[in-house]
């Protein structure tokens, strides 16, 4: 009777045994996800990016000479803008200089020559441009993408990282790269201020930050 308990004591400290290094291999894993992935590159060339119009953005539509037909309209979520004599026009995709030539293709209908000018507000951005924040950032949120943005700026209004995150584990997916990873050291950048942990970010970009295991 004393040796079946021995040996069911022994198999089940093996697995118990086996369990813990499985977890301990498991959070090894975790928190070495630094050098998994080739870490960003510092300097990200945005040269030729144009900003363009996004669902939600504010734009101020001028006509010369118009002022009946000149105002402040809003991009519905689908998209489009409505102006006087101009119905329902896609905006979203498109930078202000183009949506203002097709406005006045339009009014040159019912106008003489018209000269329109879009300027833009409140800044939302093409979906396919916002650098998104995803996980253990105290405010995860999709940001418009600024010219010459870096991850400390978009980390900025995100919030920081919360108490849990593994900063130094975080991930950045470039799209403009095919999903392309790399690693970035938030938790050095941020907790202590490594300003050459600081990188820049492109439209599209995805920062992930997980969760850290202890």
């Known amino acids: 009777m004393m040796a079946s308990q021995h040996r069911v004591s022994t198999t089940l400290t093996h697995r118990a045994g086996r369990v813990v290094a499985a977890l301990f291999a498991l959070s090894l894993a975790a928190c070495s996800t630094v050098g998994v992935y080739p870490p960003a590159p510092v300097k990200a060339e945005t040269v030729n990016h144009r900003y363009k119009i996004g669902p939600l ?25 409505s102006t006087p004599l101009v119905e329902d026009i896609q905006a979203a995709g498109k930078n202000p200089a183009d949506l203002s030539r097709e406005i006045e293709q339009l009014l040159s209908r019912v106008i003489r020559d018209p000269v329109v000018t879009v300027l833009v507000s409140g800044f939302q951005g093409n979906f396919g441009d916002q650098i998104r924040i995803v996980g253990e950032a105290a405010k995860p949120q ?73």
């Open 57 to 81: 953005d504010t734009l101020n539509v001028v006509v010369w000479r118009n002022p009946e037909l000149s105002g402040s309209f809003t991009v519905r979520p689908d998209g489009r803008v």
């Open 142 to 214: 999709a940001v418009p993408f600024r010219q010459n943005m870096t991850i400390l700026d978009v980390m900025v209004q995100a919030g920081g990282l919360t108490d849990f995150a593994d900063g130094n584990g975080a991930v950045l997916v470039r799209g403009s790269e095919n999903g392309k990873q790399y690693s970035v050291r938030l938790k050095d950048l941020l907790k202590r201020g490594d300003i050459s942990a600081n990188v820049d970010v492109k439209p599209g970009d995805i920062v992930i930050v997980p969760q850290s295991w202890f």
